[in-house]
C-alpha cells in the first residue's frame, strides 16, 4: 500500500464528506418561502452611501417598492464627491438623506457610517443594506418572517452576485460555494462562540435591541470586517441569528473587476477568520491546494502525466458539488470550469490578507486609508 494511494482514498473520502456537508447545509440554510403574512413592525432601512452613483438609484427603487408597509428609508451620504446626493434627493417617496459626519480617529468609514444611521433609526428592525444592493419586493417581508418564527434578532443571507465582469462571474460564486462547502452551518444557529458567526454587509437584519445592546458597529469601531464582526458582537451579546438562503431576495454586485476583487478579499479575508494565523495557514496551504489538486493532476494527463482513475472522480466529486452551489446562487454554470483557479486566487489573498495585517500596512479603499488589523484585538465577550 504505497502513499499515494492512501492520500488518494483520503482525498476522496474528503470530496465525499464535502459533497454531504453541501447538502446538509441546503437543508439547514433555509430558503424563505414566498408568500408570507406580512409584520406590522416598523423597520428601518439603512444605506451608507460614499460615491455611489451608478447603484444607489436601483437600490433606492428596489426598496420603495418593498411589500411591507412600515418602513422609513434612511440615506447616509458619506461625504460623495459624486452625483450620490442629487440622485437620493430626485427619488422622493419620503427618503430621509443624512450628511455625514467627519469620521473620528480610530474607526473605519462604514462601521462610522452605519453607526450614525442607527442614531437616526427608529425602527424595531434595522436593516443595513449597501447601496450596490437590489432587493426584491419581498425581501423584508421574508427576513421579518424569519426573525417571528425562529424567534431570532438576527439574519444574514447568502446573497445573489450581478456578474458585471468576466472576473467577477468566475471568482465571486467561491463566496457562496466556501459557506456551503467547508462550513457547517448549522453551528452558526446552534453555537454559543462568538467567533462562530456570520453576516454579509449588503443585506442584514438585525433587532434594534440586539443592535444596541451588543453596541452595534461602535462595539468594535476600528475592525476592517464590519458586517462579520458585528454579527460577532450580537452573538457574543446572547442573541440568536439565523443565516439564510437568499439568492431569491437581494442581489448585490460585490466587487467588479480582477483588480477590484483582489483588493477586497485582500481588505477582508484575514480579519474574516479573526485574524487567526493558523487556521489562514492551514486555509491557504492545505484547503485551497487540495481543492484544485485534483484538477491539476488531471490537467497534467494532456502533457502525459499518468491520470489514476480515482482523479477523475474526485474531479467530478469537485464539480457536482460546485454546480450544485452555483445553481444555488444562481451563478453563471459555465463558471465552475474555472473552480480550481478560483479556489487558488481565495487562497493566494487570504495569505495576502494575513501579510499585510501582520506586517502593519495599510490599504485604500473608497479613497481612505486603513490599517486592517486592529492595534488590540479584544475578547468578544468582554463588555457584552
Not at 470530496?15 to 416598523?42: E, T
Not at 470550469?337 to 487570504?350: D, E, N, S, V
Request: charged letters at 15%.
Amino acid at each position: 500500500m504505497t502513499w499515494e494511494f492512501i492520500f488518494g482514498r483520503f482525498l476522496t473520502l474528503l470530496l465525499v464528506c464535502q459533497l454531504c456537508l453541501i447538502l446538509w447545509n441546503l437543508r439547514v440554510v433555509i430558503r424563505p418561502k414566498a408568500k408570507l403574512p406580512k409584520s406590522h413592525m416598523k423597520v428601518s432601512l439603512l444605506i451608507p452611501a460614499r460615491n455611489e452613483e451608478g447603484s444607489i438609484g436601483a437600490c433606492l427603487r428596489s426598496l420603495i417598492n418593498q411589500d411591507h408597509d412600515n418602513i422609513e428609508i434612511i440615506v447616509l451620504d458619506d461625504h460623495s464627491t459624486d452625483r450620490t446626493r442629487s440622485i437620493v434627493e430626485s427619488q422622493g417617496h419620503n427618503i430621509k438623506l443624512v450628511e455625514g459626519e467627519s469620521m473620528p480617529v480610530g474607526w473605519t468609514g462604514k462601521n462610522w457610517a452605519c453607526h450614525q444611521l442607527s442614531l437616526y433609526a427608529t425602527g424595531e428592525v434595522f436593516f443595513f443594506i449597501d447601496a450596490d444592493a437590489v432587493l426584491e419586493p419581498s425581501a423584508i417581508t421574508s427576513v421579518l418572517h424569519v426573525m417571528e418564527t425562529e424567534n431570532v434578532d438576527m439574519v444574514a443571507s447568502l446573497l445573489r452576485n450581478q456578474g458585471t465582469s468576466f472576473s467577477s462571474s468566475i471568482l465571486l460564486p467561491i463566496v457562496n460555494h466556501a459557506i456551503l462547502a467547508l462550513f457547517p452551518a448549522s453551528l452558526i444557529h446552534r453555537s454559543s462562540n462568538p467567533d462562530i458567526a456570520l453576516a454579509f454587509g449588503p443585506f442584514i437584519g438585525v433587532s434594534r435591541n440586539a443592535y444596541k445592546k451588543s453596541g452595534g458597529h461602535a462595539a468594535y469601531p476600528d475592525h476592517i470586517v464590519d458586517d462579520v464582526q458585528l454579527a460577532r458582537s450580537v452573538k457574543a451579546a446572547g442573541y440568536q441569528q439565523r443565516l439564510i438562503n437568499g439568492t431569491d431576495l437581494a442581489m448585490t454586485t460585490w466587487y467588479s473587476g480582477f483588480k477590484d476583487i483582489w483588493k477586497g478579499f485582500s481588505k477582508n479575508a484575514y480579519g474574516a477568520l479573526s485574524y487567526r494565523t493558523s487556521l489562514s495557514l492551514l486555509v491557504t496551504f492545505l484547503v485551497a491546494p487540495l481543492m484544485a489538486l485534483p484538477f491539476l493532476r488531471l490537467i497534467a494527463g494532456f502533457f502525459g502525466a499518468s491520470v489514476p482513475m480515482e482523479v477523475l472522480w474526485q474531479v467530478v466529486l469537485l464539480i457536482l458539488g460546485r454546480f450544485i452551489t452555483s445553481s444555488v446562487g444562481r451563478d453563471p454554470l459555465w463558471g465552475v470550469i474555472f473552480h480550481p483557479f478560483a479556489m487558488l486566487f481565495w487562497g493566494a489573498t487570504l495569505f495576502w490578507s494575513m501579510i499585510i495585517a501582520v506586517t502593519g500596512q495599510s490599504i485604500e479603499w473608497k479613497n481612505r486609508s486603513y490599517v486592517t488589523k486592529p492595534k488590540q484585538k479584544k475578547d468578544l465577550t468582554e463588555d457584552n
